[in-house]
């Protein structure tokens, strides 16, 4: 079999050597401890000893050449021993640990061992390079702070348990940390649409079977309907609020007559570009207005931590009459639109959600809600708050009312509003406030334009 | 002008920049006069400076520590060296004792502007005593400066520094990579910052702090789970006390997992500091635990059993995966 | 004198004034002036002053663990006032007349006692490091600021002090062979007031002197009488000289006796017996020169009694200009473990302000 010597580090710590003359040829058989050749080293000019006997098989290199330690320089062949063993090199102790070295030395050619100064123990050596160093060279920092949410691991891992990317969850806590509720939520708003049946198998509080007058049924005198889903939504989500939040409504009237006429004088003009000016535009404006004002409106309690919950963005959800029950399409940032970009937005998701067109997410992250039974009928009423959010403002029927101006009763349109709000965290006289806030810009709707 | 230099020629060069730059810089200990230190760290220094300034000292590591204080305060600046960090013991007292507390003892009155050199770390194949990794012990306390360098050019940088810092530096050097591979290193002195760390790759995955010998280790096992689409991000810890903590909270931050790698013991070392650090000050940006690769809590094993207690690439590998899976 | 004349190995103290005050080696007395041994005995009794207001004010509950000195005040002043004014001292933690004669002011060293690290903080020029707790370890010190005098090719001497019971210790061992292989000028003194605490000189170790460890080491090593002032000035200016002269350092055995407690902490008569204390007080160091000052006419008692009211109007004013005066800043905490604050050093100091300062 074949023998590899590697050139050995015959000084101290040299590198490599220059082939003076070579001592045999090739064909020549040698017994170990015969001189190969002749090397100049830069401590050193000496004769190689083989290691091996056998017969030479290969030099490599010729007088004047340079060989490096480590390198192979000579192939004996040699008899008598196993093949695997073969593969083993010279310059390698074999006191040592030989897997280690030859792994090492696979991955690496050039590594041998240069010097193992150190009185005890033996320090590996190689003059195998490595990259300069990168100090002070500043690679381009990203922004760190973008892609991971804020959240406890707890909500971590109870995000990873329900299979929600946390990085979608919008937070809840301090400094929109993402809070165990707000993946509970997620959750829940994640299996409405998508899964059908999820639903109808979740787990629900036993409550109690409806017993109707007059036993057996009689299927003349009543009817049983399964709830649909979003019927079924519809309820739970009304219960949810009206027995978590203490509500409390406050109710006023609006004179509008000047946001009619100006109303009025834009109307038809918008409309050659297809756009439906209502009252409603206007009315969000007021109402973020109010909620920049008095922030608690755009809140949410959080009960489980005592906090309540600041939102500094404004998401306006739109209650919507559907031939399959109310949907709440939320406008997102509507603080940064104009009005024709809020008319436009309303139209928009108010036709789509009718269509059940809607999709889930438009449904999501509403900070306060305006529900406009008005558009049907009805003057006062009593809105169910949006839970979690902490208030709800319902709009009636504009009409035409003789009101007293200046002592004079003249004929003015008038808007009635009733403002339902989370009587916890908002006191009475704040809710008057806020009314009164959507009076100012309503009545004069310059202010509206200068203040928004 | 640049040469390529192993990690143990870099720290040659320098104590020999320092001592021909200041004349204060003397260099003393065990072997390390005429022989030029058991691995050659100090080799030449006495032929150039001479024996007052480069010179053996009798077998007492507490009396060479000891002395170098009384010098530091008498106005050189010592450069002493511990033949293995395992024979720093002795002089353990004279460390926590009095090299530490020195300045503050005296309200600022006497610093002592000195290092104390040590090879450190297994890996060699060697007797009892000649493997230790105690970082961790001397990094607890107060008034102290521990750095390990784990490349030449750090090695060069950091020296010079801690040579050049008034307080003391104590300077552990990863024998088992002394000689194992070169860099370009400029021949003129420079100098790195003590209590920086370096982000050596950037990543996104995960952040791995290691230190030493194990960077190397640990740059081998990030090739292995790079080829599964891991991209982890990797520090050198370079200075182990003061700790740089901001390095390691912007990389936690920026990945959400934290993975340490040390050759010493598990229990109670740096790596549970750097946890806690993620702990205290990443908390809410953590997407897996806080997790340590490193030797057991064992005495470090002679030299047929020393493979199994260095973290290898393949176990640091192992845990990469397990944590960026997490 | 000449070391060479005083071995060690004969256990016989080095001894200029007996115990009556009477010169028993004229050849050997130093030749010092009228205000030369005013100041002397002026320093002994202001450190036995220090000493009797400390205890005093410590069993008032006024003053924290003190450390007194009582008998050994000859061993302390004689040798410090054979040092010039560029050497070195070194010292372990009962040196309180070392001290005063090296320049340190009573109100650094109050300041010690009274737990303020401000205390060790010596005036600008006064080469005195501060107090070694650590047993012997202030030899090595001593000895890398001679071989730090020898590198820089300066004259001046380190002299450092350990007690009986520190001659134990490694570290002693160690630096006496340094110092002796590198010929450091550095003066040991052992102050052998014949406790460590409770431990008896005799079980400290076999050696018939302390002196005599000198010789493995191949110094001179000198046994002296400790309570005698002149011997120690004497021989202390001689192994400076010597120092000085690049011959090396010497050991000196300062043969004392510690009249009071370890530390105000400790209970001597655990471990000695009254009748040894009572043997020792007609040694003191105090009556012995007191003596010979009168004998003199260098004093007279009416000089000692206005000295002593002096002396205490000092020592009772310092005490009382730091007395409830003296609490640590919160900032000198932190700020002198390094040239510069570690960020965590500061963050841990402002969280620490923030929580007195009643915020979160």
Known sequence: MRFEFKFPDVGEGIHEGTIVKWLVDIGDNIKEGDSLVEVETDKVTTEIPSPRTGKVLELKGDAGDIIHVGNVFVVIEIEGEDSEKSSDSQGISDSIDEEDKKKELDEKEEVVEEETAGVVGEVVASSEEIPPSTEGIESPKEDIQTKKVLATPVARAMAKDLGIDINTVEGTGPNGRVMKEDIRRAKEEHLKPKVKEGLENRERPKTKALVLEGSPESEDLYERIPLTRIRKTIAEKMSESRFTIPHTTAMDEIDISKLDKFRKTYKEILKEEDIHLTYLPFIIKAVIRGLKQLPEFNSSLDELNEELVLKHFYNIGIATDTERGLMVPVIRNADKKSIVELAKEISDISTRAKNNEIDLEELRGGTFTITNYGSIGGYFGIPIINHPEAAILGLGRVVEKPIVKDGEIIIGKVLPVSLSYDHRTIDGASGARFINILKDLLMNPDMLFLKS | MTNKLNLIGAVNQALMNEMELDETVVVYGEDVGVEGGVFRATVDLQKKFGEKRAFDSPLAESAIVGSAIGMAINGLKPVVEMQFMGFSYPAFNQIISHVARMRNRSRGLYNLPMVIRAPYGGGIRALEHHSESTEAIYSQIPGLKVVIPSTPYDAKGLLIAAIRDPDPVLFLEPKRIYRAFRQDVPEEPYVLPIGKAKVLQEGEDVTIVAWGAMVRDTQKAIKMVESKGIKPELIDLRTIAPIDRETIIESVKKTGRLIVVHEAPKTLGVGAELMAIANEKAFLYLEAPPTRVTGFDTTFPLPKGEKHYIPSPERIAKTIEDVVRF | ?360
């Not at chain 3, 820089?152 to 062979?177: I, M, Q």
């Not at chain 3, 460890?213 to 000289?241: H, Q, R, S």
């Not at chain 3, 011959?247 to 471990?271: F, Q, V």
């Not at chain 3, 005066?325 to 500061?346: G, N, R, V």
Request: glycine share 6%; hydrophobic share 35%; aromatic share 10%.
């Open chain 3, 1 to 360: 004198m000449n070391f060479k004349d005083h071995n060690p190995l004969n256990n016989k103290q080095y001894r200029i004034l007996d115990f009556n005050g009477e010169v028993v080696n004229k050849e050997d007395l130093p030749s010092l002036t009228e205000e030369e041994l005013k100041y002397l005995y002026k320093t002994m009794l202001y450190t036995r002053m220090i000493d009797d207001k400390a205890l005093s004010y410590q069993r008032q509950g006024r003053m924290l663990t003190y450390a007194p000195n009582t008998g050994q005040e000859a061993a302390q002043v004689g040798s410090a006032y054979a040092m010039e004014k560029e050497d070195w001292l070194v010292p372990a933690f009962r040196e309180l007349g070392a001290l005063l004669v090296r320049g340190v002011p009573l109100r650094n060293i109050y300041l010690y006692w009274y737990g303020n690290e401000w205390g060790s903080h010596m005036p600008e020029g006064v080469k005195v490091l501060p107090i070694s707790v650590p047993i012997a370890s202030q030899y090595q010190h001593a000895v890398g600021i001679g071989m730090a005098n020898n590198i820089k090719e300066e004259n001046n001497v380190a002299v450092t002090y350990v007690g009986d019971g520190g001659t134990s210790h490694g570290d002693f061992h160690e630096a006496l062979n340094f110092a002796s292989v590198f010929k450091a000028p550095v003066v040991f003194i052992i102050q052998n007031n014949q406790y460590a605490i409770s431990v008896p000189r005799s079980k400290q170790t076999a050696s018939k002197t302390l002196a005599q460890k000198a010789i493995a080491y191949d110094m001179p090593g000198i046994l002296v009488d400790g309570n005698d002032i002149f011997a120690m000035y004497v021989a202390t200016k001689e192994a400076v000289d010597r120092a000085r002269r690049g011959e090396g350092p010497t050991l000196i055995e300062a043969y004392t006796y510690r009249l009071g407690a370890h530390t105000t902490s400790d209970d001597p008569t655990k471990y000695r017996e009254d009748k040894e204390v009572e043997q020792w007080k007609p040694k003191d160091p105090l009556i012995r020169f007191k003596k010979y000052l009168l004998n003199k006419g260098v004093i007279s008692e009416e000089w000692e009694k206005e000295t002593l009211e002096e002396l205490e109007k000092d020592v009772v004013s310092t005490f009382e200009s730091i007395e409830d005066k003296s609490d640590t800043e919160i900032e000198d905490i932190f700020k002198y473990h390094y040239e510069t604050m570690p960020p965590q050093l500061e963050e841990q100091l402002e969280e620490y302000k923030l929580f007195l300062e009643g915020g979160k």
